[in-house]
């Protein structure tokens, strides 16, 4: 449609953009990372950076729940830096004990958190504290959410339990082609389709479901099973493969820095000189409303 109205005058100043709101997350310096950290957070962290003003950590307080060695740790923290590639947005974190998590988030003042499901109930406690300090010493810090991505609970290889390094059912997604294959291979699918010619049921398929994310023909891929037009072997070894190709510019980049560590330790510097001056100016504000100042 044409008009010939005149286009609205443009205003002599403009308004000012209004400051972006922050998200936060965190992810442990556990030396893998795998399918359910992408599809359930990574993505939204990649996401939501050009909507908001993100901050990522490298939670090595965190690991130390479960890490007792002194080296692991740096390891781990250089692997899972390298790992994630957001060279501009690590950090080591400035931490306090013992309400780790909620301390993370409201320093930086984050209204928004992207996390996978495993993690909502640590939310809830966040904006319980949240609306504690708040409720005593006045509006300090906003209440926080936590945003999923649409696979919000990712399981494992397994099947049944959630992907998680700690139950050994993860697909590794930085790791040689050879260990994501075999990872993949081992996957349990739906357990009652027995013979080759019995139709499968996508929708309790693991690997089906996970075709979801790796091609726009996953459809046909479910059809297939549903029909035993193929077999749960082809549906793997074609799952391994795409994710393998998926992740491949990832892992080129990941092994590049992991032949340099001091890059990285660089990164995570520059990310904690970034984000120390916003950690300190939250401190003095709490210390002046709690009267420690
Ligand atoms: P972690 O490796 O435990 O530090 O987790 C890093 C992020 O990945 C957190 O936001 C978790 O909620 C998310 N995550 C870990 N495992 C899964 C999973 N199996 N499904 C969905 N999200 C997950
Ligand atoms: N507890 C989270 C996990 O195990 C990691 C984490 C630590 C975190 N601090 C955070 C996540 C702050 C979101 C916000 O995965």
């Given at each position: 449609m044409t008009t010939d109205v005149e286009p609205a005058s443009i205003p002599v100043s403009a308004p000012a953009a209004p400051p972006r709101r922050r998200i936060f997350s965190g992810i442990q310096p556990s030396g893998i990372v795998h399918l359910g950290n992408d599809l359930g957070a990574i993505r939204n962290y990649v996401a939501l950076q050009a909507e908001f003003e993100a901050i990522y950590c490298i939670v090595d307080y965190h690991a130390l729940t479960s890490l007792h060695d002194a080296d692991v740790l740096r390891r781990g923290t250089r692997e899972m830096a390298a790992s994630l590639q957001q060279p501009d947005d690590l950090n080591h974190g400035l931490l306090t004990y013992p309400v780790l998590q909620a301390a993370d988030i409201v320093i930086y003042k984050a209204t928004t958190v992207p996390v996978g499901k495993d993690q909502a109930a640590h939310l809830e406690l966040t904006r319980e504290i949240v609306r504690a300090f708040n409720n005593r010493y006045?509006?300090?810090?906003p209440e926080q959410q936590a945003v999923f991505t649409e696979t919000p609970t990712v399981l494992g290889t397994d099947g049944?339990?959630?992907?998680?390094k700690s139950l050994g059912n993860?697909?590794?997604?930085?790791?040689e082609p050879e260990v994501i294959r075999k990872q993949v291979m081992s996957m349990v699918t739906d357990?009652?389709?027995?013979?080759?010619?019995d139709p499968g049921r996508p929708e309790v398929c693991n690997v089906c479901q996970l075709h979801r994310w790796f091609g726009p023909d996953w459809e046909e891929i479910q059809d297939g099973e549903r029909t035993a037009r193929t077999g749960c072997v082809d549906t793997k070894k074609l799952l391994a493969e795409r994710i393998t190709r998926h992740y491949a510019p990832a892992r080129e980049r990941y092994l590049e820095l992991m032949a340099n560590p001091a890059e990285i330790d660089g990164i995570l510097e520059a990310g904690a000189d970034r984000l120390r001056p916003k950690a300190e100016a939250t401190m003095a504000e709490v210390r002046e409303r709690m009267g420690l100042r």
């Open positions: 006045g509006e300090t810090f049944v339990r959630k992907m998680s993860t697909i590794e997604i930085l790791a357990t009652q389709r027995i013979l080759r010619t």
